[in-house]
């Protein structure tokens, strides 16, 4: 099993910066794709980023493509989301998530809410404009 626990978010001016961080328990994270997610009040959780086991593939959902970064480090069990050049609409729960279903190095990750069996808690953001 994977546990998932997210720290990093806060309030922050739009134009500004956050990186936030997920830590994973279990001994097999650093074999799974991992991804990033995110819901605003009142709005369906959609994908934001995902990365490889290996971290040489990444996606980005096109809204915050050029703004945010997804990382991550095995030996820390870490994967993390460095958001620069944030707007008011980036403002939502952010949730790590972990995708295990199809096993082990998994070179392209998914970018379905479905497709991730494991969530962290969720850490919230909040811009303001």
């Known amino acids: 099993q994977v546990q998932l626990v997210e720290s990093g978010g806060g309030l922050v001016q739009a134009g500004g910066s956050l990186r936030l961080s997920c830590v994973a328990s279990g001994r097999t994270f650093s074999t799974y794709a991992m991804g990033w997610f995110r819901q605003a009040p009142g709005k369906e959780r959609e994908f934001v980023a995902a990365i490889s086991w290996s971290g040489r593939n990444t996606f980005y959902a096109d809204s915050v493509k050029g703004r945010f970064t997804i990382s991550r480090d095995n030996a820390k069990n870490t994967v993390y989301l460095q958001m620069n050049s944030l707007k008011p609409e980036d403002t939502a729960v952010y949730y790590c998530?972990?995708?295990?279903?199809?096993?082990?190095?998994?070179?392209?990750?998914?970018?379905?809410?479905?497709?991730?069996?494991?969530w962290g808690q969720g850490t919230q953001v909040i811009v303001s404009s």
């Open positions: 998530a972990a995708e295990t279903l199809r096993g082990s190095y998994q070179q392209i990750p998914l970018k379905s809410v479905s497709e991730y069996d494991y």
